[in-house]
């Protein structure tokens, strides 16, 4: 089958840093996405990895281990308009479909 | 401006009656999908398609039906044989398979939603 666990909620304060883990087990792996959505709002692409190791974005990175089917988005020098949930999603081998998991929601307060 | 629009953006049904969500995009992407989002839980893979005239269900494609008839559209019917409709329904699209290397994002845009109840 397949399953992304995510945290379902995680709270920091301004100014600090987070880090939203995500586990994965799907059938076939090509690639890993995380999305930021706000309330009411469409995901918006944050980070993409696909081989192992640490992709760097400004105030965001994003970490890959295929082998532990592990992944966790960073956020640095977190503003409060980083309140947000975060989604996690798995591109699979065949097709183009992704699976997507529940997300977190990140709450940054003052 | 390039981009992925969805209408209507609220829309309210009653039971028993079929409705259709659009899609559409300029884009010029050839992969299109539908999403379903119930509150407080991810996006559920409804349909997608690769290319036109061409689709699959996804995970949760009982009660939908959808049409590819032109790349830039893809829209959604919601019929009376889906037993929960009332969600936020999310269209995205991406340059489709021909682009995906290792190198290549290929990462989905997703277009504002539509936010189905019904009565």
């Known amino acids: 089958g397949q399953n992304i666990d995510q945290p379902t909620e995680m709270t920091a304060t301004e100014g600090a840093i987070v880090q939203i883990n995500c586990t994965y087990q799907?059938?076939?792996?090509?690639?890993l996405f995380w999305y930021q959505q706000h309330a009411g709002e469409a995901p918006t692409f944050l980070s993409y990895?696909?081989?192992?190791g640490l992709e760097e974005k400004g105030r965001f990175s994003s970490f890959l281990s295929r082998s532990k089917g592990y992944s966790y988005l960073l956020l640095k020098e977190l503003q409060m308009k980083d309140s947000a949930s975060y989604l996690c999603?798995?591109?699979?081998?065949?097709?183009?479909?992704?699976?997507f998991g529940p997300g977190t929601r990140l709450s940054v307060l003052p | 401006d390039g981009g992925i629009t969805q209408s209507p953006k609220y829309l309210f049904r009653k039971e028993g009656q079929n409705v259709t969500l659009s899609c559409e995009q300029n884009?010029?992407?050839?992969?299109m999908y539908w999403y379903r989002q119930d509150p407080g839980q991810g996006l559920r893979l409804i349909y997608y398609s690769q290319i036109v005239n061409d689709f699959q269900k996804g995970d949760i494609a009982e009660g939908y039906s959808v049409s590819r008839e032109k790349k830039e559209s893809f829209p959604l019917t919601v019929t009376s044989a889906q037993k929960n409709p009332t969600a936020f329904y999310l269209c995205a699209s991406s340059i489709g398979s021909r682009a995906v290397r290792v190198s290549s994002y290929n990462e989905q845009f997703f277009g504002p939603g539509t936010r189905l109840t019904v009565l």
């Open positions: 999603a798995v591109r699979r081998n065949y097709g183009q479909n992704f699976v």
């Open positions: 799907t059938s076939g792996f090509n690639g």
């Open positions: 990895n696909v081989l192992d």
């Open positions: 884009l010029n992407h050839d992969a």
